[in-house]
């Protein structure tokens, strides 16, 4: 598994990669397009890069700009194309978007959502779908969804585990349930 | 260091829609620090990015030494900022964070090298920099964050938020540390908060923003004394100000559901002045202007005020009180003192030198 972030900024793209120097040989840099650089950087280092609101805000700090910044896990692409995230990151805010936050954009656009939707139903299966939907409708109550599934509670809860595993999203947060059901409802 | 000047400022996000700023004239003095403050959504971030050049301005002008920087890129105007999400590079040593923009500027080594230690001498960092920022306290990593603003050398630090993440004691004592640097290395700052207790100990100047417009600029103590209006009034302090409605006769009584009082003359010829005897008005009355004791209430005789105990707590040295006077909700604090029970009906003595006076319709003070 690999862990890519997509940045876009039009102005001073070439001097960002600099900021990742520092990693050597634990990154690879891409200039995807003119305004677009994507940086993948190998999983061991995710928990200290997963802040990267530390990096955006840096990035303005030092270089005076406001960029917009992507970051994934490679299993996304089972259910997300890669051509569909670098689309869609041009026309977000500037700000850093996780998986949820990506989702949740992408979610606007009503032909995007049901071909996401398609690919994640064949990714995860019918049944987690209807888990997940559950999980919503019961107000993320899971001992509630658990009996409504006829499900024993630690079933359920290596359901979720699963889901996470699969798509990057947690169900059990929130965000990531919003997001997950914005794409499926 | 540096002058800024604010000139008519107005940023609008979507054509049609309501200005996030509209009509912002400030100037700024070298080496002040002046914060912004407000309620979420007031306009004062956008201002900040306004300045930093992260967002561009719709009309105005924007000075900084007398040069118009509307369309100066934001590298060139040598500013710093330092945010709540603390500007570091997470795979980077402290070391490197704080020299990583001077590198980019092409600064030679041991002038770098020289900057860095001299900033954590100042911010008390020296014995972590070989650390990464997950080795850090939340407390230091924004002392981090603001080394690396400090060896820019910038004419202007911008400072938004900064202390948000951090807890509240750590909140404290970073609230301190900023400034005692402020006083060290006197850059023209402007800090951003919706915290009022950040921005009355830490400004010399206040900028109290609400939907857009500025509200009032002053002193902490000038704001805190003579608010321009309801929301100012409201805003600065803790307990918020009290307000209650209700007309002034000829005779100077000030009537509202549950208080008859006798006015200030001098209250009182202002009123009738500004022509507002017997229209309806808004009485304020700071918590701690509300009296209990036996001096207060005969040297206020003629403004004592029934009221009915909701809460009473105890804090320590003094006492805050929770209560109803008619239909408005009354905040007193008075010294210490634990025989008040819940639905008592106290007594309390308005110190009518105090108050102010606010019109019902536009919300400002009548002055």
Redesign the interface.
């Known amino acids: 598994m690999r862990y890519d972030v997509y940045i876009h900024q039009d102005k001073i793209l070439d001097d960002l990669g600099e900021i990742f120097d520092d990693l050597n040989n634990h990154t690879i840099i891409e200039h995807v397009a003119d305004d677009l650089m994507k940086i993948t950087i190998l999983l061991d280092l995710e928990e200290e890069l997963v802040d990267l609101n530390m990096v955006h805000a840096s990035i303005m700090s030092d270089f005076g700009v406001d960029t917009t910044m992507v970051y994934v896990k490679d299993n996304v692409y089972y259910y997300l194309s890669q051509s569909l995230i670098i689309e869609k990151v041009r026309h977000l805010d500037t700000a850093v978007y996780d998986i949820s936050g990506l989702l949740l954009e992408l979610s606007k656009n009503k032909n995007t959502k049901v071909n996401i939707k398609r690919h994640m139903v064949d990714y995860i299966g019918q049944e987690n779908i209807d888990t997940i939907l559950m999980i919503a409708k019961k107000n993320m109550n899971l001992s509630v969804t658990a009996k409504k599934l006829y499900l024993h509670r630690n079933s359920l809860n290596y359901r979720i585990d699963k889901i996470h595993q699969k798509t990057d999203v947690d169900v059990k947060k929130f965000r990531g349930l919003r997001a997950l059901v914005s794409i499926l409802e | 260091m540096a002058t800024l000047i604010f000139k008519g400022i107005k940023k609008v996000y979507t054509p049609g829609d309501r200005p996030a700023v509209d009509d912002f004239n400030l100037q700024i003095k070298d080496k002040e620090f002046v914060v912004f403050v407000g309620p979420s959504g007031c306009g004062k971030s956008t201002t900040l990015r306004m300045v930093?050049?992260?967002e561009e301005i719709t009309d105005g002008e924007l000075y900084i030494d007398d040069i118009l920087v509307n369309d100066m890129?934001?590298?060139d105007?040598n500013?710093?900022?330092?945010?709540q999400?603390?500007?570091?590079?997470?795979?980077?040593t402290v070391y490197?964070?704080m020299a990583?923009?001077l590198?980019?500027r092409k600064e030679p080594k041991d002038m770098i090298d020289e900057k860095v230690r001299n900033a954590a001498q100042i911010l008390g960092l020296t014995e972590y920099l070989e650390r990464?920022?997950?080795a850090l306290s939340g407390g230091q990593r924004q002392r981090v964050?603001l080394g690396?603003?400090i060896v820019r050398n910038a004419k202007v630090f911008l400072m938004d938020e900064p202390l948000s993440n951090l807890d509240a004691k750590l909140r404290v004592q970073m609230r301190g540390e900023i400034i005692k640097l402020h006083k060290k290395i006197e850059t023209t700052t402007i800090y951003v908060t919706h915290d009022q207790i950040e921005a009355m100990t830490m400004a010399s100047r206040i900028v109290v923003m609400k939907d857009g417009f500025i509200q009032q600029v002053g002193a902490p103590k000038e704001i805190y004394d003579n608010p321009n209006n309801i929301f100012v009034g409201g805003f600065i302090g803790t307990p918020p100000m009290n307000f209650i409605e209700g007309k002034v006769d000829k005779k100077g009584i000030f009537t509202g559901e549950g208080i008859s009082v006798k006015i200030s003359k001098f209250h009182q010829e202002l009123l009738e002045k500004k022509s507002y005897i017997d229209k309806p008005i808004v009485l304020g009355i700071r918590p701690e202007d509300i009296h209990d004791d036996e001096k207060a209430k005969e040297q206020f005789k003629d403004a004592i005020v029934k009221i009915v105990v909701d809460v009473a707590e105890l804090l320590g040295s003094e006492t805050s009180i929770y209560a109803k006077v008619g239909d408005s909700d009354v905040t007193a604090m008075i010294p210490a003192r634990v025989d008040i029970q819940i639905g008592d009906e106290l007594h309390m003595a308005f110190d009518m030198e105090k108050v102010h006076f606010f019109d019902q319709e536009t919300t400002q003070r009548i002055k």
């Open positions: 930093a050049g992260l890129a934001p590298k105007r500013i710093a900022m330092v945010f999400s603390y500007a570091l590079y997470p795979h980077m490197n964070n990583f923009g590198k980019l990464k920022p997950k964050a690396r603003a």
